[in-house]
């Protein structure tokens, strides 16, 4: 089943969990991940469309958390590098 969360809702992570990787971020933040991440087509068509919309919705001073998976980065570096400054790329 899907999970929708609502906006502006926070959890905080377990206190020294085990092999977990923590990224401290300050600010507004969106974030987006989609399916099939790793083909080249779907991130043109889908996730850049979705990651517009997002930026649409927020203010430029809003930072967004991405995963470094696919092409999605290396094309957001070449298409649009002040947007590409914005992101906190995050490793799966």
Known sequence: ST???DAFTYKQPP???PGMNIVDVRGDH???HGWFA????HVIDYHLSQIAFLRYMVTDSTGFLLLDVGPLKNI???LD????SRVTWLKP
Do not use: R, T, V
Request: proline share 5%; glycine share 4%.
């Open 38 to 41: 790793n083909f080249y087509g």
């Open 81 to 84: 590098p002040e947007f590409f």
């Open 76 to 78: 957001l570096l070449h």
């Open 30 to 32: 969106a974030a987006f």
């Open 3 to 5: 999970e929708y969360l």
């Open 15 to 17: 206190k020294n969990a």
